[in-house]
């Protein structure tokens, strides 16, 4: 039935966007069977590292030292004390804990963190894994999966059986980034590589990535690269980019998700809190993509300011999927500009969020934040086509918005997604 007013229309998006089912393309989450590899609870949540740099930003005295020789809850008391009693909790890191307190139903009138932290004790991880994915109406989480790390790796070899809901991707940073040292780390897990990239240690390279894709069944490979990324360019990078991974992706038919513009550790002593941001030079992605027409590429930057040329790229490209406003982006104010762009520039054919949650809380919040812009943002535009005469039927809303929350990225890929296969066969 088509919508016959603006009111009705703004009502029903609103509601579709609230409950369509998401596949999350990028998160650091981990099924069970990982272990500790899966972060969760109120501990968790609050030594997410923004909220380690926020902490940090109001407390003069505390020495980095001091921080990060205490235990997880004392670490925790603090970022409390100070962001949340010290501080009213408005930066979007801090919101995002108070709107996951508050989807889970505790009373916030207490802030009362012993009481929130109590809570927990009771829970199994296997029912909090299914309560989050319910409450957060998430179908499918990507994991990064990262072969270099022994820990994971033991995980893999266990072979556990696989949960569903939880979906691979090879994360290959290290490869990529520091073949100077990640060559030894290769030769350690039997492949024949040395330093210089001989024909030999290129195709024992690509032996490596097509053992780890036949073992996790990935959606994609993956890498975060500097802002100063470049191609082509004389670097071992563009070389296990040119004769690795460019061949291994057509051969397996997978993208390869490029993740640009990151300043790993301005500030060591923040750890994990310690990475920044630069402006990429568009041209490096152009290249790429124009040059390897029949590989797929999943790309997303980290700087506000390549987003539109970014875009503007993924229209002259259909190889080149765009997706998430990353990291630092994930704010509402940038998320609602560059979703808003986006849909001028490309309509649906684009991934407009992922969540990145490291923990599995945090699905609730961004989540919810998101699709509150994604809902107002794509109002705005069905309003606009009302005004021109256009009328929709609630079938084809429902269409769009399955589409942008994981349709696209399927169809994109080439495969069905499992979740709806899954739900068929009930
Ligand atoms: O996948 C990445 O490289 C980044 O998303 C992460 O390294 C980053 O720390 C993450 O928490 C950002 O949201
Ligand atoms: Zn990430």
Known sequence: MAIQSKEELITFVKETVTNTQVTDIHTHLFAESFGDLLLWGVDDLLTYHYLVAETFRF???????????????EQADLIWQTLFIDHSPYSEACRGVVTVLNR?????????????REYYKGVSAQDYISRILELAKVKTVVMTNDPFDSFEREKWAQNHPQ??????????DPLLNAWDTSWSRLAEQGYKVT???????LSEIRRFLKDWIARINPLYMAVSLPNDFAYPEDSARVRIIDECIVPVAREVDIPF???IGVKRQVNPSLQSAGDSLG?????????IVS?????????????????HELAVTARKNRNLLIFGCWWFLNNPSLIEEITRMRFELLGGSMIPQHSDCRILDQLLYKWDHSREIIAKVLSEKYVDLFSAGWRLEEEEI??????????TFWKFLGKPDPMVIASVGK
Do not use: C, H
Not at 61 to 70: D, K
């Open 398 to 407: 429902r269409r769009d918005v399955d589409d942008l929350l994981g349709g």
């Open 279 to 287: 402006k990429s030079d568009i041209g490096t992605v152009e290249r």
């Open 59 to 73: 407390s003069p005295n505390l020495s980095y030292e001091a921080f990060w020789a205490m235990g997880k809850q």
């Open 104 to 116: 889970l139903g505790f009373d916030l009138s207490t802030r009362d963190l012993a009481t929130y």
């Open 257 to 259: 998700a490029m993740m």
């Open 163 to 172: 949960d569903p809901r939880f979906l691979a991707a090879l994360r290959i």
């Open 195 to 201: 330093a210089d990239l001989s024909e030999t240690t």
């Open 291 to 307: 040059k390897y027409q029949d590989v797929k590429f999943l790309v997303t930057m980290l700087s506000r300011e390549n987003q």
